[in-house]
């Protein structure tokens, strides 16, 4: 069934890591399979932050195939050298597992799309996000396994999104997890809770119009329908409100960006969502408790109505 | 067996063997006589002193080491007990079969309050999905908002939110009241069996979708009808009914009735009269 939690402190930064870590753990009974965060940090906004993986979990309850690790090695040299071919300067380069690896890198072109073709056509790698504030981590486990794993609990920023899965659709790996990547605008993710039934006619719909995908997971087609909404011009609500009839089935959905966070539920209100909203925070959820994990205190909450959109800025 | 064709209708039953079985666990077959009706309980059930308050704080509990406890407080005699720090929890105030005053102070997660039969309940926060799924008899008054499948198969009880409540509220109700201060979402009422809901508010979209049965009041804006879901004539009655149930509830005392929407099923289905859950609900 899969729990979806979001946050946006406005006017100031928090620990937004340790907080969605305790909101996604508060959730782990709904899926996990796998947990991702998509978390907005404080940076100076000068280079790109590319988290990205070379390989798969294999541990227990992976569907992938096991490799040698001397293979993402060679993987990632091949990524060195494609970004030093495409004039992209590491700065900082951090292999936090075999398989998954963090660079800041100064690159100044504006276009993504021919970096991360370049990029992801190395066999097995994949750009989880790439931004300037946005990184994208996740792995097989519940919420708390995955922040230990990666260190999230200390990451200051503005606003996150996560998910917490359980996998009915697509198998137990990195690629068919969530947070989505809006591929290839920077800065741009996606959760979802839902099955979406269109998934195939738009998914071919949007392969001819040069859009990628990189699972076979139904929930990146919203990654993917929205980034192509931006990219003929509509603005992320605009796009997010044309969603509503453009995907079919039943979903609620956060998408942020480096400035803003959104929620979308379908018109049949299948998905449940609870919301709390502040002057200066907006925290939802799949249930009440993980709002509760972070807001122990009474507090008003509702449950948006079907077909609602909802935009916050930081 | 007896000869079966020279007994009355209800010694027939007995002599096929249907009321004579032994029956284990908690279930009780007894027929029900209306006449008795005060005296009958289920069994571990309480005798309990609405006089008798305490307080529990569930902060550390799990969903079911909470109800154990509230179990465990009626057993005492406990006939008043206030639930603090609920935070939220699932589950809370399930199967409650007494008479009993129960106060939350905060808010339920999902399930709360579900499968009851006659508690008086008080939720001074919010409530999550399918609160109240079930009841029975009874009343649960949530002060602010609730969640979808809100009332979901109730069979009676009066079941009412003060604020705005998700969608499906009334899904498959087979009784009893729903009230709601605020707005309703999309589906309310949808394959709805017997019952009234009663918006003051505004209504989604398919109000009264597939519904075979009962009624829904509505005071504010309606997003679509569902199908078999139609206008009836506002009676006099039906006013009078609705001013006597909104001042009972503490809610919309003041609020013009006259003007409400009254939407039925457009459709009849035949022998459905047979069985008044909430009049028979010892038998079931």
């Known amino acids: ?314 | 067996m007896a000869n079966i064709k020279s007994v009355s209708k209800k010694t027939k039953a007995q002599a096929m063997g249907m009321h004579t079985e032994v029956l284990t666990g908690r279930t009780q077959q007894k027929f029900f006589n209306p006449d008795e009706a005060e005296n009958f309980y289920y069994f571990g059930t309480h005798d309990v002193d609405f006089n008798k308050r305490t307080d529990l704080d569930v902060k550390d509990m799990t969903a079911a080491e909470a109800n154990k406890e509230i179990d465990n407080l009626m057993g005492q005699g406990y006939g008043t007990i206030v639930i603090k720090n609920p935070q939220g929890k699932h589950s809370l105030g399930v199967g409650i079969l007494n008479k009993l005053n129960l106060i939350f102070e905060g808010s339920l997660g999902y399930f709360g309050m579900g499968s009851c039969d006659g508690p008086i309940v008080r939720i001074n926060g919010r409530v999550g999905w399918s609160c109240a799924e079930n009841l029975m008899a009874g009343k649960v008054v949530i002060e602010k908002n609730a969640g979808s499948c809100f009332g979901a198969a109730i069979r009676g009880g009066d079941l009412i939110c003060k604020g705005s409540v998700g969608a499906r509220t009334g899904i498959d109700m087979k009784g009893g009241t729903i009230i709601i201060g605020g707005d309703a979402g999309a589906f309310t009422g949808f394959m709805m069996q017997r019952g009234r809901i009663i918006i003051l508010g505004d209504v989604g979209i398919n109000l009264g979708d597939s519904m075979y049965d009962g009624t829904i009041f509505v005071g504010g804006e309606i997003g679509s009808y569902g199908s078999d879901a139609v206008d009836a004539e506002l009676t006099k009655n039906d006013q009078d009914w609705l001013k006597r149930k909104l001042k009972v509830a503490e809610i919309g005392e003041n609020f013009d009735v006259s003007k409400m929407k009254k939407i039925v099923a457009g459709k009849k289905l035949w022998n459905y009269d047979n069985l008044e859950p909430t009049e028979k609900k010892g038998a079931i």
């Open chain 1, 1 to 314: 069934m899969c729990g979806i939690a979001g946050l946006i402190h406005r006017g100031k930064s928090s620990k937004v890591g340790h907080e969605l870590q305790g909101m996604l753990q508060a959730l782990k009974h709904r899926g996990e399979d796998s947990t991702g965060y998509a978390l907005y940090g404080d940076t100076d906004g000068k280079n790109f932050i590319m988290r990205f993986k070379v390989g798969e979990n294999v541990g227990e309850g992976s569907t992938s195939v096991a490799e040698d690790v001397s293979v993402y090695d060679e993987r990632k040299k091949i990524v060195d050298s494609y970004l030093n071919e495409m004039g992209a300067k590491i700065i900082k380069e951090e292999r936090i597992l075999p398989y998954s690896l963090r660079y800041e890198i100064e690159y100044n072109k504006k276009d993504l799309l021919e970096f991360s073709q370049k990029i992801e056509s190395i066999p097995g790698v994949e750009i989880l996000s790439m931004g300037k504030s946005l990184e994208v981590i996740k792995d097989l486990g519940n919420a708390k396994m995955v922040c230990d794993r990666y260190n999230l609990d200390k990451l200051v920023g503005t606003h996150a999104i996560g998910h917490a899965r359980m996998a009915t659709e697509s198998g137990v790996d990195i690629k068919s997890a969530h947070p989505f990547w809006g591929y290839p605008f920077s800065d741009v993710s996606v959760v979802h809770n839902g099955q979406l039934t269109n998934y195939w006619n738009n998914r071919r719909a949007l392969e001819n119009k040069g859009m990628r995908f990189m699972s076979e997971c139904d929930s990146e087609l919203i990654a993917v329908y929205l980034a192509e909404k931006m990219r003929d011009g509509a603005s992320l609500e605009e796009g997010m409100k044309e969603s509503l009839t453009g995907l079919d089935g039943v979903f609620t959905y956060f998408v942020a960006t480096k400035d803003s966070l959104g929620m979308a539920k379908d018109t049949m209100a299948a998905k449940p969502l609870v919301l709390y909203e502040s002057d200066d925070l907006v925290a939802m959820g799949s249930e009440e408790i993980a709002i509760r994990s972070i807001l122990p205190q009474e507090i008003d909450t509702y449950d948006p109505f079907d077909g609602e959109v909802k935009v916050w800025q930081i």
